[in-house]
């Protein structure tokens, strides 16, 4: 069954009050910058620090009671292992997390802090989702991925609905991309609330699958792509995502990580917001043009704000 603005509206309802209503917030350096009307919607300010606190928040209070007894499995490269970890205390729920070996120290303590145990695999040798069903067959937990789910989706979506609803219809709506589930649910809301708006997926130079996946009308799948937008290393979209973005989407663009610093330093220096390297994807696009905005009325998400304090040191400094 596929996922509907219902299902976005019915999330806003399970994750009110426990999810944050975030801050939009506006740069008059940044618009005069490229000529536009931006409004960012600040998911570093979420809980756990990105948007995936929304999927994983009414992805959980979605399940019965003996499932959430048992307890949920979830795999990712971090913002949706924080996400569920955090979700879960919160909601009483205890929590596996299947982490690559190599995932950014600061969201493997984030992860663990929120009382998750940790199981890790090897990014360039296993296979994450085989890895992570052995253990929740074994253990009888709920498996919640990171983006190809309805109930995540309808979750991501919350963030665009609330923007909309905060500063009004929008032509231009410019959206983060690794497997999709952001993308797909800010589709949902945005369709629903701003119907001409046109919606942009912005994804790392280094992997354009969702490009190749629009422009082939299939799911295109890469090798794990080496980019420093590390909440985006994903290889393909996902069943649920890809139909919704290829129906809604005008198209999909991509952003270097050398523009990705770029961003980085303007939000840190002019807006005085830490936004990691994936969550400046879609802000790229806008500094960039890649996406025709000048005169418009444009949505950026900034998706997450978990970065290393050394990490975006280093990258400020280069
Ligand atoms: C997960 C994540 C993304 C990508 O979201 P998808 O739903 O997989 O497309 C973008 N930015 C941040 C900060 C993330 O954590």
């Not at 989702?129 to 789910?149: F, K, N, Q, T, W």
């Amino acid at each position: 069954m596929s996922v509907t603005f219902a299902d976005v509206e019915a999330a806003a309802e399970r994750i009110r009050g426990i999810a944050h209503r975030t801050p939009v917030l506006t740069s008059r350096t940044a618009d005069a910058r490229t000529g536009a009307t931006l409004f960012f919607k600040a998911e570093p300010l979420q809980r756990a620090g990105a948007f995936k606190f929304r999927g994983a928040c009414n992805a959980i209070a979605a399940l019965s009671p003996e499932q959430r007894q048992r307890g949920v499995l979830a795999f990712s490269s971090g913002n949706h292992a924080q996400a569920i970890a955090y979700a879960g205390a919160l909601q009483g729920v205890p929590t596996v997390i299947v982490m690559p070996h190599d995932a950014p120290a600061i969201k493997v303590a984030a992860t663990r802090g929120y009382g998750a145990e940790i199981v890790t695999y090897d990014r360039y040798k296993e296979d994450r989702e085989a890895v992570s069903r052995g253990i929740a067959e074994a253990r009888g937990l709920s498996m919640i991925p990171p983006y190809d789910h309805p109930d995540v989706i309808a979750g991501q979506g919350t963030a665009v609905k609330e923007l909309i609803e905060e500063v009004g219809p929008l032509d231009v709506l410019l959206v983060c991309l690794g497997g999709g589930g952001l993308l797909a649910g800010s589709c949902l809301a945005a369709r629903a609330l701003s119907p001409e708006v046109a919606i942009w997926g912005v994804e790392p130079e280094a992997g354009n699958d969702g490009q190749q996946s629009l422009a082939k009308g299939e799911v295109v799948r890469i090798p794990v792509p080496v980019s420093i937008a590390d909440g985006a290393l994903t290889t393909h979209l996902g069943q649920h995502t890809f139909p919704i973005i290829q129906r809604e989407a005008a198209g999909i663009v991509t952003a270097t990580d050398a523009q990705l610093v770029s961003a980085m330093r303007f939000f840190v220096e002019r807006m005085k917001l830490v936004v990691e390297p994936t969550g400046c994807l879609a802000a790229a696009a806008a500094f960039e043009g890649a996406v025709p905005v000048q005169g418009k009325r444009v949505g950026v998400i900034l998706s997450g704000g978990n970065v290393d304090p050394a990490a975006l040191g280093r990258h400020l400094a280069a």
